[in-house]
């Protein structure tokens, strides 16, 4: 086991190191508990300037690990989901923090409305002027559980830093092999939302990011309330079963999941039949799924079915299809009158897509897993290592509905009707016959949605997942600081599905249940010749923008220092994409 400890950095250890790293952060755990909400918000501005400062180095190990050439417009993903996305967070973090500090709600200033089932909305995004530009036609509700009052979310905002001085012991975070800001806003937030210090074990994939993670957590190293280790199953099993853990929380695979709940191979299926866990300690998790993408049907022009099909290439095909909430199936009316053009637009997104490197351990046998599974399954991409996958009539569509593939592979299915009857029948779909319920989205023209009416927004409170995205990849709500990121409430230990307990959430709101996010249909300045005020132009996390990787890193220096100087200069650089 070669595991790395925070204070003695590139030198390898055994168990006795890890028990040292944990001695460390009981220490730490005591100066947590003294330390004022103020001085935790400085902490956390100390730890956004480190991030700045890595942001480079960031970037540039994230594009090595996932094998992308430097110059390649594809290093965008990982400027905007690396240190871009970290530094938004922890900002807001420290905002949060400075409220409770001054004994005002994070929720003070938040707008609040009404959704179906008497639910009550927060208003997440935009969250500033700044923003509002930025991201010029989206904005993101969180709904709260249903009886939840205004008044109570306002006052319950602050989750554990209500009562800063109750800490909550050493939290084992099992960070994430795919996206790589992930691991550390997993141990942020437990942090954070549940003041716990934190050993973060790093994914064996993203061994490269622990000469990133260290200088970029710095000051909550020195602090003592973080230590970072790394290591492969050994490591994390032996820290699974510490005494000295009180609480686990894992992003990655329900069989990942399964295996330190209830132990691996044949003894831990065995477990889990009769509902004995080895596990004694909580735990909580993101575990992705089989997202769908629920096409709407409508009058959509030749460029609108081009610019959705490339929507979804997005969502299958970012960051090589290596994502918890990449899209894996598609819902499509058989009675849309532009079906078969639509379809014929999705293939030739993905065909057409830049071709990448299949990074991630394994994707070669999983897209063969699914060939093998729908032999008639189309191939597409420069040499064929895309999987489209037509469910027609008499086709058996259990396999694509209730494995997440977590490789580039796409499945469509066909559902009867339009309007009303299609999208009742789609998210019935969705609900009771897909694995997971991280993420869902649904694309749909502002006149077929103005058309639905009430009934729209009838099923959208019907559809049960975490995020969903409408007109706009549910990515935007995990990139996105203070959307609670997680499946939807309700799983349990032996059911896990998409997992149990939300991240991110950077205002720290109190019994969430769903965020919707919503995009523009079109993007600028086709939405403008179409009536809609939406001033996004090509998203930059869009496979097909060229210019992302500029975007990118535009992006990132706006979040270093968020100015209006810089926000023109990204929206030059993504007008011109």
Excluded at 192 to 197: G, L, Q
Aim: aromatic share 6%; proline share 6%; with cysteine.
């Amino acid at each position: 086991m070669t595991t790395t400890t925070a204070t003695d950095a590139g030198a390898p250890t055994d168990r006795a190191g890890l028990d040292a790293a944990l001695r460390e952060l009981g220490a730490g755990e005591k100066r947590w508990a003294k330390m004022p909400l103020a001085v935790r918000a400085t902490l956390l501005r100390r730890t956004h300037a480190s991030i700045a400062r890595t942001a480079p180095q960031w970037a540039m190990a994230a594009g090595r690990i996932k094998g992308l050439d430097p110059a390649s417009p594809l290093m965008g993903e990982e400027w905007i989901t690396g240190p871009y996305a970290a530094m938004i967070t922890v900002a807001q973090l420290a905002d949060t923090l400075a409220d409770l500090a001054a004994r005002r709600s994070p929720l003070a200033r938040a707008k609040f409305g009404a959704a179906p089932g008497k639910r009550v909305t927060v208003r997440v995004m935009p969250s500033s002027a700044y923003e509002s530009v930025l991201l010029h036609g989206f904005r993101a509700d969180v709904w709260l559980r249903p009886g939840v009052a205004a008044s109570t979310a306002r006052t319950r905002a602050g989750l554990a830093q209500l009562h800063p001085h109750r800490t909550q012991g050493v939290a084992l975070v099992l960070g994430a092999g795919n996206i790589t800001s992930i691991a550390l806003l997993d141990a942020v937030y437990e942090l954070i939302a549940h003041n716990r210090v934190v050993l973060l074990k790093l994914n064996p994939v993203m061994d490269e990011m622990f000469s990133v993670l260290q200088p970029a957590l710095a000051p909550l190293i020195e602090a003592g309330v973080l230590r970072i280790v790394r290591g492969g199953a050994e490591a994390g099993a032996y820290l699974t079963q510490h005494p000295d853990i009180a609480h686990i929380h894992i992003t990655g695979s329900a069989r990942t999941h399964d295996a330190i709940v209830y132990g691996p191979g044949e003894d831990g299926h065995a477990r889990k039949a009769a509902g004995t866990p080895i596990l004694t300690k909580p735990i909580t998790s993101e575990l992705g799924g089989v997202s769908p993408v629920i096409v709407v049907p409508g009058a959509w022009t030749r460029e609108d079915l081009r610019y959705q099909a490339e929507h979804i290439a997005t969502m299958r095909l970012h960051n090589g299809g290596f994502n918890c909430i990449a899209g894996q199936l598609v819902i499509v009316s058989r009675d849309w009158a532009l079906k078969d053009a639509f379809l014929a637009q999705l293939r030739h997104a993905l065909d057409r897509a830049p071709a990448r490197l299949a990074w991630y351990p394994g994707a070669d046998e999983r897209v063969a897993s699914a060939s093998a599974t729908y032999p008639d399954a189309t191939r597409v991409g420069e040499s064929g290592e895309r999987l489209l996958v037509g469910i027609g009539d008499g086709a058996d569509a259990t396999p694509l509905q209730s494995t997440e593939y977590f490789a580039p592979v796409l499945g469509v299915r066909e559902v009867a009707g339009t309007g009303q009857e299609f999208l009742d029948a789609a998210v019935d779909l969705a609900n009771n016959e897909l694995d997971g319920t991280l993420g869902a989205n649904i694309l749909i023209s502002p006149r077929e949605r103005r058309t639905l009416g009430a009934g729209f927004e009838t099923a959208l409170a019907a559809l049960r997942y975490g995020t969903i995205g409408i007109n706009a990849w549910t990515g935007v709500g995990f990139n996105t600081a203070a959307v609670p990121w997680g499946a939807f409430p309700g799983h349990t230990l032996d059911d896990i599905q998409s997992g149990l307990g939300v991240v991110h959430n950077a205002l720290l709101i109190d019994a969430t249940e769903r965020t919707v996010v919503t995009g523009p249909f079109r993007p600028f300045p086709r939405s403008l010749a179409h009536g809609h005020f939406a001033l996004f132009p090509l998203p930059p996390w869009f496979v097909t923008n060229r210019r992302a990787a500029e975007t990118g890193r535009l992006l990132a220096a706006y979040a270093v220092r968020p100015s209006w100087r810089r926000i023109l200069r990204v929206f030059l650089s993504a007008v011109r994409a």
